[in-house]
């Protein structure tokens, strides 16, 4: 039995990971010229800005500048702040949902809240806004999702948790909760619905006017013990 709905914020709430990947990029290349950082900063799908930063500093033999993460940030600030577009159909869907509703995301706790707003979803998510700068690891960890039950006051499994990346999913299939896959934001590769099919993920939906039924058959008990 399903009784809180929890989603992502980039990619599932709003189409923002394709304008942080595009600041990340230019960055990257504005300030480490001759450097080609496309194919990298395509695998950042789902990472946390300063684990990625690691990756790439071990990968390209780089010694970032000081307070570069602060400075990346701040551009995608910016960015979002001109663009940012909430998903497609999101806030119907959501309406159509009669469950307690949270957010769970590995951004900056103040950058999810501006984004919910931006995306006229607040009435919706109230104070129910949840970060992993609020626990000890990120996702993949299942920390973020567990502090979140705790706060909620509800069990892990009656849980059903929307997500778009890999590293989320398994995030909250670590924390004992079901999981819905949604692949239609603008950042989604071809194929990746089939990657997901492959590590036996089911629950996949292309468009939010399907999650509301989805998450219907969940309240009804339809999903069982499959986790995804």
């Known amino acids: 039995m399903i009784d809180h709905l929890i989603c992502d914020c980039d990619g599932v709430l709003v189409d923002s990971e394709v304008i942080a990947d595009r600041v990340l990029l230019e960055t990257l290349s504005q300030t480490f010229p001759g450097v080609d950082f496309h194919a990298a900063v395509k695998a950042a799908f789902g990472q946390q800005t300063s684990r990625f ?69 607040d009435t919706i998510f109230g104070e129910r806004v949840f970060s992993a700068e609020q626990v000890a690891r990120p996702k993949p960890y299942p ?28 995030a909250a299939r670590a924390a004992g909760m079901k ?22 993920i ?15 058959a969940g309240v009804r008990g339809e999903f069982g013990d499959v986790q995804s």
């Open 143 to 170: 920390d973020v999702y567990l502090h979140a039950a705790q706060r909620l006051g509800v069990e892990p499994a009656r849980c059903v948790v929307v997500e778009d990346s890999i590293s989320g999913l398994n």
């Open 202 to 216: 089911s629950r996949i939906i292309e468009r939010m006017e399907q999650l509301p039924a989805l998450v219907e």
């Open 179 to 200: 999981t819905i896959a949604f692949v239609g934001a603008s950042h989604i590769p071809a194929g990746y619905a089939d990657v997901l099919r492959e590590m036996g």
């Open 53 to 121: 930063l690691d990756g790439i500093a071990a990968r390209f033999n780089l010694t970032m500048p000081h307070d570069f993460i602060a400075t990346i940030d701040h551009n995608i600030e910016i960015a979002l702040a001109e663009s940012l577009c909430p998903i497609n159909g999101v806030r119907d869907a959501l309406r159509q949902i009669a469950l307690p509703a949270a957010v769970v995301s590995n951004s900056h706790l103040a950058r999810v809240s501006a984004s919910v707003r931006r995306a006229g979803l």
